[in-house]
């Protein structure tokens, strides 16, 4: 009998983009999400298998029960499968799921740890707090990196907001959600950036206009209040696994992606990630800061899911895979009595770009970056200048899909992707989550999964081919652009010490559709390539 | 298109269902055995499909129950939900991986339910009672554990009996005596060996109240006419002498005539008393 494994985490999928999110951390206040899960034979072969998740531990998480079907399961070979789920009432913590592996020789139960986060907008401080079972993470950002012209009326939906096609200046974030809570407070803080995640966009707006007037984060004032306090040097990690750093970036992806769906859904202009130190130049270069453009519709989703990927990327490059400042902060400041208890830890940090934000590349970044400890006896400071690189790498990928595909005949749109690693080695089977974005010319979205598990459209399991198809209709005549996005995946062992799982992060871009130059001008959104559909 | 889910009663006395069993721990995949007041614990059951089609994302909802006699899906508590899918003819065991840490009510008498439905294709009946021993979806597993001390042959165990309807109901009560090879069908969930001796009870019976010192009523084997308001409770204790290893007791539950609740009690030898439940 075949005995069947789930080799990495489970991890989620938000439903505005569909991009896994930083480390596949699942958060609550987005509520509807996909639960993702490579599944593999490990030892032996089966033929029609099925897969469905059985229970999950945390009652206020709603699966939507799904039965998924594989013709023939060889060794080795990982299956993708998803299911929805509504996290709305999930408590944050690591939480398990069992899954169900059935074959004709019998049934196999898999149980695998998800994280789980909650934000909240939290309108004293104008930020969002973050908890896990570990403490609660506060933070505010102060300040980020913009386009001078960030041409939010491009689509002309806006007209209102516009004078001489600029967007007129922009409230800061602490401003504008102090206000909107101000407005919503019979509607528990409802409105604000989260209101968007949570409240999703009813579906793909094929006039859903992408403007994005700051792109990275810069400058964030965090606090870690660690429940219980803790004796001694360190305390835990959330989750016991990832790096506070992994929080702030899900907390940077997430809000980014919102504050899109904010302007597409209200267009106020008046609700923006950042905050009071929006610039558009990046520190001390003199370079400006491009301008993130989409023609709107399905582009403007991919651009969104893009920017916020990029700002995740950038965020977890800044404070470095290895070790993040928190870490170091703790590192430097060993309390002076093992009797103390640290009841705070603050994390003051700017960001210094200091070339391109490009996914997938080596670019360098540096922080400056000031820690603090507080304990019951006293307050223990260090300050340090690092640089760091990004090590999500991807040498090159190469994608080969025909241009023309004639859907009268009913013929298959079969994209098929190579990822070379840093080394020139090709990714395989379960490293990566990758998807096809296909955009039509009236705006439409329609978004597949690649796979290298040698079943459907794909000719070989673990050639490091991953491979999707999608039938066009009759109703989908003309142009459509495709993107072909391809994230890591957290492949660490469960069992590996907290420390060390913690430098494996998953959730990271590497496909370098969206590059944040600092030359002005427009962001590069080069799309892998265009079918033409005949119908 | 036939799919009929089961989660299997008890042969002679239904609540002591082999279908329904816990894994006390934090490893859902434990050995069986008995719940530990204030320790986390999951809940399995074994669900068959005795239908001639297949079914796939049929749910199964778990609940622990108080008192451990009469009541339904409003006063029962929703432990979790479980999928399974399921060839006809095929039988498999369901795990809630939402952990229950029982509690202290009751005396510590809870009961333990699962039932087995697809919304579409075999779904449960409509009303909020559970009818377990009618209803084939729905198992209830009710047994207690009970360590009498060596130098006491005395034992006795309380319990409520809940009137879950608006007005008031009269249940008739009983005692009666099993035997320990009852539970062999339960065995492999109980975590713990059955003593294979036998032993009998004397002075077996319940009175009314929750302390069975608290004045000098006779036990009864059993009583006729126990009213209770509209959505109240009473309180009975079960005691009785143990005579040699172990006993099995049944307490059987009625109204208008037929079985609508019960517990079972095995009485054993033990260093201390001390209750346990399965």
Same mark, same amino acid.
Request: overall charge negative; charged content about 20%.
């Given at each position: 009998m075949a005995t069947f494994a789930i080799p990495n985490r489970p991890f989620a999928t938000e439903p505005v983009t569909g991009l896994m999110t930083p480390d596949g951390i699942f958060e609550a206040a987005i509520g509807q999400q996909n639960i993702n899960a490579h599944v593999q034979s490990s030892s032996g072969s089966a033929s029609n298998v099925q897969v469905y998740i059985e229970s999950v531990s945390d009652p206020g998480i709603v699966?939507?029960?799904?039965?998924?079907?594989?013709?023939?399961?060889a060794a080795g070979v990982a299956h993708l499968f998803s299911w929805q789920a509504d996290f709305t009432g999930a408590s944050p913590g690591k939480h398990l799921v069992s899954f169900i592996v059935e074959t004709p020789g019998g049934s196999q139960r898999i149980i695998k740890k998800i994280f789980v986060t909650k934000i909240a907008f939290n309108p004293v401080t104008g930020g969002y707090s973050v908890s896990s079972p570990e403490g609660v993470l506060d933070a505010v950002f102060t300040g980020a990196l913009g386009p001078k012209n960030p041409l939010c009326c491009s689509g002309g939906k806006r007209g209102e907001d516009c004078e001489n096609g600029l967007c007129r200046t922009r409230e800061t974030i602490n401003t504008a959600l102090r206000t909107a809570a101000t407005l919503a407070e019979d509607d528990k803080n409802a409105r604000n950036l989260l209101h968007y995640l949570s409240r999703g966009f009813k579906g793909h707006d094929p006039n859903f206009v992408f403007c994005a007037p700051q792109v990275l984060i810069t400058d964030i004032e965090a606090a870690v209040t660690p429940t219980p306090p803790f004796a001694g040097q360190y305390g835990d990690l959330p989750f016991q696994d990832p790096w506070w750093k992994v929080i702030l970036a899900i907390l940077a992806f997430l809000l980014l992606v919102a504050a899109a769906i904010a302007e597409a859904v209200d267009g106020s202009g008046?609700?923006? =990630?950042?905050?009071? #130190?929006?610039?558009?130049?990046?520190?001390?270069?003199?370079?400006?800061?491009?301008? =993130?453009?989409?023609?709107? #519709?399905?582009?403007?989703?991919?651009?969104?899911?893009?920017?916020?990927?990029?700002?995740?990327?950038?965020?977890?490059?800044?404070?470095?895979?290895?070790?993040? =400042?928190?870490?170091? #902060?703790?590192d430097h400041t060993a309390p002076d009595t093992a009797t103390e208890l640290t009841i705070?830890?603050?994390?003051?940090?700017?960001?210094?770009?200091?070339?391109?934000?490009?996914?997938?590349?080596?670019?360098?970044?540096?922080?400056?970056?000031?820690?603090?400890?507080?304990?019951?006896?006293?307050?223990?400071?260090?300050?340090?200048?690092?640089?760091?690189?990004?090590?999500? @790498? @991807?040498?090159?990928?190469?994608?080969?899909?025909?241009?023309?595909?004639?859907?009268?005949?009913?013929?298959?749109?079969?994209?098929?992707?190579?990822?070379?690693?840093?080394?020139?080695?090709?990714?395989?089977?379960?490293? @990566?989550?990758?998807?096809c974005y296909l955009i039509g010319p009236a705006g439409q979205l329609r978004v597949f999964a690649l796979q290298d598990n040698g079943l459907q459209a794909d000719a070989t399991s673990n050639d490091g081919t991953y491979t999707g198809a999608f039938r066009f209709t009759t109703d989908d005549k003309g142009l459509w652009k495709y993107f072909v996005l391809a994230q890591d995946v957290n492949t660490a062992d469960p069992n590996l010490d907290p420390e060390e799982a913690a430098q494996i992060i998953g959730g990271m871009i590497l496909t370098d559709q969206l590059s944040i130059t600092f030359t002005g001008g427009t962001c590069p959104l080069v799309a892998d390539g265009d079918v033409n559909v005949i119908v | 298109m036939s799919v009929q889910l089961e989660i299997q009663d008890g042969s002679t006395y239904w609540w002591l269902s082999p279908d329904v069993w816990t894994v006390p721990g934090e490893d859902p995949e434990g050995v069986p055995g008995l719940p530990i007041v204030g320790q986390p614990c999951y809940v399995w059951a074994r669900v068959h499909n005795t239908g001639t089609d297949a079914v796939t994302n049929a749910t199964v909802r778990f609940y622990w129950a108080n008192p451990a006699v009469g009541f339904d899906r409003n006063s029962a508590n929703h432990i979790g939900n479980a999928n399974?899918?399921?060839?006809?003819?095929?039988?498999?065991?369901?795990?809630?991986?939402?952990?229950?840490?029982?509690?202290?009510?009751?005396?510590? /008498?809870?009961?333990?339910?699962?039932? %087995?439905? /697809?919304?579409?294709?075999? +779904?449960? +009946?409509?009303?909020?009672?559970?009818?377990?021993?009618?209803?084939?979806?729905? %198992?209830?597993?009710?047994?207690?554990?009970?360590?009498?001390? +060596?130098?006491?042959?005395?034992?006795?165990?309380?319990?409520?009996? /809940?009137?879950?309807?608006?007005?008031?109901?009269t249940?008739?009560?009983?005692?009666?005596?099993?035997?320990?090879?009852?539970?062999?069908? &339960?065995?492999?969930?109980?975590?713990?060996?059955?003593?294979?001796?036998?032993?009998?009870?004397?002075?077996?019976?319940?009175?009314? !109240?929750?302390?069975?010192?608290?004045?000098?009523?006779?036990?009864?084997?059993?009583?006729?006419?126990?009213?209770?308001?509209?959505?109240?409770?009473? !309180?009975?204790?079960?005691?009785?002498?143990?005579?040699?290893?172990?006993?099995?007791? /049944?307490?059987?539950?009625?109204?208008?005539?037929?079985?609508?609740?019960? &517990?079972?009690?095995?009485?054993?030898?033990?260093?201390e008393q001390k209750k346990g439940r399965a």
């Amino acid at each position: 009998m075949a005995t069947f494994a789930i080799p990495n985490r489970p991890f989620a999928t938000e439903p505005v983009t569909g991009l896994m999110t930083p480390d596949g951390i699942f958060e609550a206040a987005i509520g509807q999400q996909n639960i993702n899960a490579h599944v593999q034979s490990s030892s032996g072969s089966a033929s029609n298998v099925q897969v469905y998740i059985e229970s999950v531990s945390d009652p206020g998480i709603v699966i939507t029960p799904a039965t998924h079907f594989i013709g023939t399961a060889a060794a080795g070979v990982a299956h993708l499968f998803s299911w929805q789920a509504d996290f709305t009432g999930a408590s944050p913590g690591k939480h398990l799921v069992s899954f169900i592996v059935e074959t004709p020789g019998g049934s196999q139960r898999i149980i695998k740890k998800i994280f789980v986060t909650k934000i909240a907008f939290n309108p004293v401080t104008g930020g969002y707090s973050v908890s896990s079972p570990e403490g609660v993470l506060d933070a505010v950002f102060t300040g980020a990196l913009g386009p001078k012209n960030p041409l939010c009326c491009s689509g002309g939906k806006r007209g209102e907001d516009c004078e001489n096609g600029l967007c007129r200046t922009r409230e800061t974030i602490n401003t504008a959600l102090r206000t909107a809570a101000t407005l919503a407070e019979d509607d528990k803080n409802a409105r604000n950036l989260l209101h968007y995640l949570s409240r999703g966009f009813k579906g793909h707006d094929p006039n859903f206009v992408f403007c994005a007037p700051q792109v990275l984060i810069t400058d964030i004032e965090a606090a870690v209040t660690p429940t219980p306090p803790f004796a001694g040097q360190y305390g835990d990690l959330p989750f016991q696994d990832p790096w506070w750093k992994v929080i702030l970036a899900i907390l940077a992806f997430l809000l980014l992606v919102a504050a899109a769906i904010a302007e597409a859904v209200d267009g106020s202009g008046t609700i923006t =990630p950042g905050a009071s #130190g929006t610039h558009d130049l990046p520190s001390g270069s003199g370079g400006s800061c491009c301008t =993130p453009t989409a023609s709107g #519709g399905g582009t403007s989703y991919v651009a969104a899911a893009l920017v916020a990927a990029a700002a995740a990327v950038a965020t977890v490059a800044v404070a470095s895979d290895v070790r993040d =400042p928190f870490r170091k #902060g703790q590192d430097h400041t060993a309390p002076d009595t093992a009797t103390e208890l640290t009841i705070a830890e603050k994390l003051s940090m700017k960001a210094i770009y200091t070339d391109e934000v490009i996914p997938g590349k080596p670019f360098n970044t540096g922080i400056e970056y000031k820690y603090t400890r507080i304990t019951t006896a006293k307050s223990y400071d260090y300050a340090a200048t690092e640089t760091s690189a990004n090590v999500h @790498l @991807l040498d090159k990928y190469v994608i080969d899909a025909p241009d023309v595909v004639r859907a009268y005949k009913r013929e298959l749109f079969v994209v098929k992707a190579q990822f070379y690693d840093a080394n020139k080695k090709l990714f395989k089977g379960s490293q @990566l989550f990758v998807q096809c974005y296909l955009i039509g010319p009236a705006g439409q979205l329609r978004v597949f999964a690649l796979q290298d598990n040698g079943l459907q459209a794909d000719a070989t399991s673990n050639d490091g081919t991953y491979t999707g198809a999608f039938r066009f209709t009759t109703d989908d005549k003309g142009l459509w652009k495709y993107f072909v996005l391809a994230q890591d995946v957290n492949t660490a062992d469960p069992n590996l010490d907290p420390e060390e799982a913690a430098q494996i992060i998953g959730g990271m871009i590497l496909t370098d559709q969206l590059s944040i130059t600092f030359t002005g001008g427009t962001c590069p959104l080069v799309a892998d390539g265009d079918v033409n559909v005949i119908v | 298109m036939s799919v009929q889910l089961e989660i299997q009663d008890g042969s002679t006395y239904w609540w002591l269902s082999p279908d329904v069993w816990t894994v006390p721990g934090e490893d859902p995949e434990g050995v069986p055995g008995l719940p530990i007041v204030g320790q986390p614990c999951y809940v399995w059951a074994r669900v068959h499909n005795t239908g001639t089609d297949a079914v796939t994302n049929a749910t199964v909802r778990f609940y622990w129950a108080n008192p451990a006699v009469g009541f339904d899906r409003n006063s029962a508590n929703h432990i979790g939900n479980a999928n399974v899918s399921l060839n006809a003819g095929e039988t498999k065991e369901v795990l809630c991986l939402v952990s229950w840490t029982p509690v202290w009510v009751n005396d510590g /008498h809870e009961c333990v339910l699962a039932e %087995a439905f /697809h919304a579409a294709l075999d +779904p449960l +009946p409509a009303s909020p009672d559970f009818n377990v021993p009618t209803d084939r979806h729905v %198992a209830q597993r009710n047994l207690t554990i009970l360590e009498v001390a +060596p130098m006491t042959k005395n034992f006795s165990m309380s319990f409520e009996i /809940h009137n879950t309807e608006r007005l008031p109901r009269t249940f008739a009560i009983k005692a009666e005596v099993g035997k320990p090879a009852e539970l062999r069908p &339960l065995l492999k969930q109980l975590g713990r060996d059955i003593p294979t001796g036998t032993g009998k009870v004397a002075k077996m019976g319940l009175i009314k !109240g929750r302390n069975a010192c608290d004045g000098d009523e006779t036990p009864q084997p059993s009583m006729d006419r126990i009213e209770v308001a509209g959505g109240g409770r009473t !309180g009975l204790t079960l005691t009785g002498e143990l005579e040699g290893e172990a006993a099995l007791l /049944h307490v059987v539950q009625e109204a208008d005539g037929r079985d609508i609740g019960g &517990l079972s009690v095995l009485v054993m030898q033990g260093k201390e008393q001390k209750k346990g439940r399965a």
